[in-house]
């Protein structure tokens, strides 16, 4: 199981973080010092449909030391083409982009298998992006996972974003239904103690994506990691 401290970029800085962590590259820096292994980066202005932040993006991609998973309602072949240009480890597809199934199999012939993944963002079992949902048909987190596992995606990122930043734990009944699916589950959203951590691992779960719990002090990148070794 992996740790992905959470890096979301909002009007120019870290959501939710307070102090020096509001700067993502100090972010970065911070949790590359405690021994992160990945970070989870994320411009939540384009994921709202906002002018995004992709100056900063840049940066902190071109700083990173450690492997990147960036998203942020990335959904067309020019827009993450452009963050493997820039650096990025791993491009996480928008629900938007992961229901055109041709987009999804031209993508993975081009970056392969292990450089992408879907972000699928989940409201009472069903696909509920971020910003505006016009144009995206009705499809459960369950058959959207299922199908772009088919086209070849190994990896899913599931978030109910009822418990996103709340801090009462993560859905991993929901993530669990994903990984039913073949795909290799992280979990993200609502992580706020080491006993969350636990149960994503007991769960068998590739990992967890957390932000407010580090930024708040429940705990630290070095827990995490002490913890899930």
């Given at each position: 199981m992996e740790l992905y401290p959470a890096v979301d970029v909002e009007g120019g800085r870290v959501a939710r973080a307070r102090g020096s962590l509001t700067d993502p590259l100090e972010a970065l820096a911070e949790f590359t010092r405690a021994g992160a292994r990945w970070i989870h980066l994320?411009?939540?202005?384009?994921?709202?449909?906002?002018?995004?932040?992709?100056?900063?993006?840049?940066?902190v991609l071109r700083a990173a030391r450690v492997r990147v998973q960036v998203g942020g309602g990335l959904a067309t072949e020019g827009d993450i083409d452009r963050m493997f240009t820039l650096?990025?480890?791993?491009?996480?597809?928008?629900?938007?982009?992961?229901v055109n199934g041709g987009l999804v199999e031209r993508l993975v012939a081009r970056h392969g298998p292990d450089r992408l993944a879907v972000g699928i963002d989940a409201k009472s079992g069903r696909v509920a992006p971020r910003g505006k949902g016009a144009g995206l048909p009705e499809i459960t987190a369950q058959e959207l996972a299922a199908r772009v596992v088919e086209l070849g995606i190994r990896t899913v990122i599931y978030n109910e974003v009822t418990r996103d930043g709340m801090l009462t734990g993560p859905d991993i009944d929901g993530a669990k239904s994903l990984r039913a699916t073949g795909a290799q589950v992280i979990v993200s959203g609502g992580v706020g103690s080491l006993d969350d951590l636990r149960?994503?691992?007991?769960?068998?779960?590739?990992?967890?994506?957390?932000?407010?719990?580090?930024?708040?002090?429940?705990?630290?990148?070095?827990?995490?990691?002490?913890?899930?070794?």
């Open positions: 994320v411009d939540m202005d384009r994921a709202y449909g906002r002018i995004d932040n992709h100056e900063l993006i840049e940066a650096g990025a480890t791993r491009v996480v597809i928008g629900a938007r982009g992961a149960a994503v691992r007991a769960a068998q779960l590739a990992g967890a994506c957390v932000g407010r719990a580090l930024y708040d002090g429940k705990f630290t990148v070095a827990e995490a990691l002490a913890c899930l070794s």
